[in-house]
């Protein structure tokens, strides 16, 4: 049986309507800046495929094989992404007193994130082209993640460049997910490791969240969510919005679902959510200029969400424009509160730009911009687990539990430490000092034969880890200032740890 696929035609700018064939692997319009989508002819498909057509196959993303771009069967880099569950939240429903609310479960993806859906189809493309190496460009945590993954599924070597200031904003967890898959990171800026450079006849590909192939893959969230509700839409849908590609491809999978009369109608607002600290696509939907508003503020906890400029921007406006849908921000305390509240009232445990879905719902309830009769949609991203500082929060008052995390990170974290560190930590925590009277104990007492800068760089070091701090300084006539150190909690906990082992 021949299967019909999809007719991709070429590239197509959602901003400046430019077109491009896909003989050239751009991640955005060289005219505008503005981001490809894949302009795909669905006209072969109309009276060829019905909703039974899709019944009898698996459960992940390439279930829609009509609908996404033609990949050989053998080339696709798959790793069971997509079929993720629709749960209705009947305890979450009443607490916020609706009718009807679902949540569309990301969390469970193969990486913990919803960009897997797009990841499989831009590793396949790559795959398909037959390059050997892979390179990441501007991306979130997220992203390489996703990325890293799926290259070591494909056996693609792959590298992620960070840019310096984005080096903080990581999260742990998924910075242990790229190390975990095998990922370079290179930190924009530094010196190169020439072990890690090419060879000659390395192939590699350049890929960024603007990248088209990577966009059409979450579509699929659509496609799945549609028939998840028996081939219809629900009243709403919401999604937060980073790079805005993830709520503009789930409008553009809905309008494809009725230009071949696989649902209905087009009835759903397509409501989109970011940080107040990040939120240049609402300000721009509600008639606000804000392009240079929120340049290099990232303070927020939710890092994926902090865009400068979202790549797929333009179309994430078009979609909750063209759909009477709305944009809305939220403040972090409300996303932290979202989270507690969507872990404690239905079991799911998000990240929190994941979790921004549930916080940015309940404002436009207090708004009154929400029917509460309506059917509701939110769209939960990514896991919690990615994010164990933030998780971290939530225990902080709960004294009991966080004496049990903190002697475990304690434990874990004397293994790193190593002998010096643990001979300072002792010093101060005998009493107050300085870094003079640290290097001359570890000599005498101790036999180190450290030199003074290497005992400074210490203290530097255990001050960033926060198991010290400065408590004052001493000024003596003709001689340096002296910086005085006590042991934090933190520090104690580590000590008294180190001691026992």
Same mark, same amino acid.
């Given at each position: 049986m021949v299967i019909p696929t999809a007719n991709v035609t070429g590239l197509i700018c959602g901003s400046c309507r430019e077109e491009y064939t896909t003989n050239h692997d751009l991640n955005s319009c060289p005219k505008c800046g503005g981001a490809l989508i894949l302009n795909m002819n669905l006209t072969e498909m109309m009276g060829k495929i019905s909703r039974d057509t899709f019944s009898d196959r698996g459960k992940d993303i390439w279930r829609y094989l009509e609908l996404l771009p033609n990949i050989d069967r053998d080339r696709i880099v798959s790793l069971g992404e997509g079929g993720t569950a629709l749960l209705q939240c009947r305890r979450l429903s009443k607490t916020l007193g609706l009718r009807r609310l679902f949540i569309k479960d990301e969390t469970t993806n193969p990486t913990g994130s919803f960009l897997d859906r797009g990841m499989t189809v831009a590793i396949s493309r790559v795959n398909q082209l037959g390059y050997t190496s892979l390179r990441c460009m501007g991306v979130s945590g997220n992203f390489a993640a996703s990325a890293s993954a799926y290259a070591s599924r494909a056996g693609l070597k792959c590298t992620i460049h960070l840019a310096k200031e984005n080096v903080k904003r990581l999260d742990l967890g998924k910075l242990y997910q790229i190390v975990a898959y095998g990922g370079n990171i290179r930190i924009e800026g530094e010196s190169v490791d020439h072990s890690e450079t090419g060879t000659p006849n390395e192939k590699t590909y350049t890929l960024s969240p603007g990248n088209p192939y990577f966009a059409v893959g979450e579509k699929t969230t659509a496609y799945e969510l549609c028939e998840q509700l028996g081939w219809r839409t629900p009243d709403r849908i919401i999604v937060p919005m980073g790079h805005g590609e993830h709520i503009s491809m789930i409008w553009r999978g809905i309008n494809e679902l009725r230009s071949l009369d696989l649902i209905s109608g +087009?009835?759903?607002?397509?409501?989109?959510?970011? +940080?107040?600290?990040?939120?240049?696509?609402?300000?721009?939907?509600?008639?606000?200029?804000?392009?240079?508003? %929120?340049?290099?503020?990232?303070?927020? *906890?939710?890092?994926? +969400?902090?865009?400068?400029?979202?790549? %797929?921007?333009?179309?994430?406006?078009?979609?909750?424009r063209e759909s009477g849908g709305t944009g809305v921000k939220v403040k972090d305390s409300e996303v932290l509160d979202a989270m507690a509240l969507l872990a404690r009232t239905e079991g799911i445990f998000a990240e929190p730009a994941a979790a921004s879905t549930i916080a940015g719902l309940k404002r436009l309830i207090d708004q009154g911009?929400?029917?509460?009769?309506?059917? *509701?949609?939110?769209?939960?991203?990514?896991?919690?687990?990615?994010?164990?500082?933030?998780?971290?929060?939530? *225990?902080?008052?709960?004294?009991?539990?966080?004496a049990i995390v903190s002697q475990i990170e304690s434990r874990r974290f004397t293994t790193r430490l190593g002998r010096t560190k643990i001979r300072i930590l002792n010093i101060i925590g005998g009493r107050e000092t300085y870094g003079y009277e640290i290097w001359s104990v570890l000599n005498e007492r101790f036999k180190a034969g450290i030199d003074i800068s290497s005992v400074y760089q210490h203290l530097s070091d255990l001050e960033k880890g926060g198991l010290i701090r400065r408590t004052r300084v001493e000024s003596i006539m003709g001689k340096p200032e002296?910086?005085? %150190?006590? +042991?934090?909690?933190k520090g104690r906990n580590i000590l008294k740890s180190a001691v026992e082992e």
């Amino acid at each position: 049986m021949v299967i019909p696929t999809a007719n991709v035609t070429g590239l197509i700018c959602g901003s400046c309507r430019e077109e491009y064939t896909t003989n050239h692997d751009l991640n955005s319009c060289p005219k505008c800046g503005g981001a490809l989508i894949l302009n795909m002819n669905l006209t072969e498909m109309m009276g060829k495929i019905s909703r039974d057509t899709f019944s009898d196959r698996g459960k992940d993303i390439w279930r829609y094989l009509e609908l996404l771009p033609n990949i050989d069967r053998d080339r696709i880099v798959s790793l069971g992404e997509g079929g993720t569950a629709l749960l209705q939240c009947r305890r979450l429903s009443k607490t916020l007193g609706l009718r009807r609310l679902f949540i569309k479960d990301e969390t469970t993806n193969p990486t913990g994130s919803f960009l897997d859906r797009g990841m499989t189809v831009a590793i396949s493309r790559v795959n398909q082209l037959g390059y050997t190496s892979l390179r990441c460009m501007g991306v979130s945590g997220n992203f390489a993640a996703s990325a890293s993954a799926y290259a070591s599924r494909a056996g693609l070597k792959c590298t992620i460049h960070l840019a310096k200031e984005n080096v903080k904003r990581l999260d742990l967890g998924k910075l242990y997910q790229i190390v975990a898959y095998g990922g370079n990171i290179r930190i924009e800026g530094e010196s190169v490791d020439h072990s890690e450079t090419g060879t000659p006849n390395e192939k590699t590909y350049t890929l960024s969240p603007g990248n088209p192939y990577f966009a059409v893959g979450e579509k699929t969230t659509a496609y799945e969510l549609c028939e998840q509700l028996g081939w219809r839409t629900p009243d709403r849908i919401i999604v937060p919005m980073g790079h805005g590609e993830h709520i503009s491809m789930i409008w553009r999978g809905i309008n494809e679902l009725r230009s071949l009369d696989l649902i209905s109608g +087009l009835k759903v607002a397509m409501t989109g959510v970011q +940080l107040e600290e990040y939120a240049s696509l609402v300000d721009l939907f509600h008639g606000s200029k804000s392009d240079e508003k %929120y340049k290099g503020r990232c303070k927020t *906890i939710a890092a994926d +969400l902090a865009m400068e400029k979202p790549a %797929y921007g333009f179309l994430a406006i078009e979609s909750m424009r063209e759909s009477g849908g709305t944009g809305v921000k939220v403040k972090d305390s409300e996303v932290l509160d979202a989270m507690a509240l969507l872990a404690r009232t239905e079991g799911i445990f998000a990240e929190p730009a994941a979790a921004s879905t549930i916080a940015g719902l309940k404002r436009l309830i207090d708004q009154g911009e929400i029917d509460k009769s309506e059917e *509701i949609v939110c769209v939960v991203t990514g896991s919690g687990l990615k994010d164990p500082s933030t998780a971290r929060r939530f *225990i902080r008052k709960m004294k009991t539990i966080d004496a049990i995390v903190s002697q475990i990170e304690s434990r874990r974290f004397t293994t790193r430490l190593g002998r010096t560190k643990i001979r300072i930590l002792n010093i101060i925590g005998g009493r107050e000092t300085y870094g003079y009277e640290i290097w001359s104990v570890l000599n005498e007492r101790f036999k180190a034969g450290i030199d003074i800068s290497s005992v400074y760089q210490h203290l530097s070091d255990l001050e960033k880890g926060g198991l010290i701090r400065r408590t004052r300084v001493e000024s003596i006539m003709g001689k340096p200032e002296r910086q005085y %150190y006590s +042991l934090t909690d933190k520090g104690r906990n580590i000590l008294k740890s180190a001691v026992e082992e």
